[in-house]
């Protein structure tokens, strides 16, 4: 079984109330739409090497963000996860840990975006 098909499993028995339609499983990723419209793309190789992105409206405008763990911006204190927001800067990933388990991570994900899509940041 690959990782997406177990996070695929996850996500169903734990958030399966709160999906809109049902989660789409391709070659390569998970894809899912949350009740409040968040559109979510779950890419997970292991667990320090994964990326997951989505996109909500926000003021008649779609926003995208996500959390990948691309070794890049090294001066962040999470480093190599990091949180891309809506307007292009990186920030230090206030969800995910790459000691965590990918149900674990995938969780925290998903609960914050149920709370808020943009996770308490201002849009740009």
Known sequence: MNQHTELLEHVVAHFGDRLHGAPQLTQDALALSLDNGVQLTIRYASTDAYSLRWRFQAGGNEIEMGIDTAPTHPT?????N????????AVADPLTRTDASPADNLSAVIEALLRDPQLDFPLP
């Not at 962040?76 to 190599?80: D, E, G, V």
């Not at 990091?82 to 800067?89: A, D, P």
Request: net charge positive; charged share 10%.
């Open 76 to 80: 962040l204190a999470t480093h190599p």
């Open 82 to 89: 990091h949180l891309h927001l809506s307007g292009g800067r």
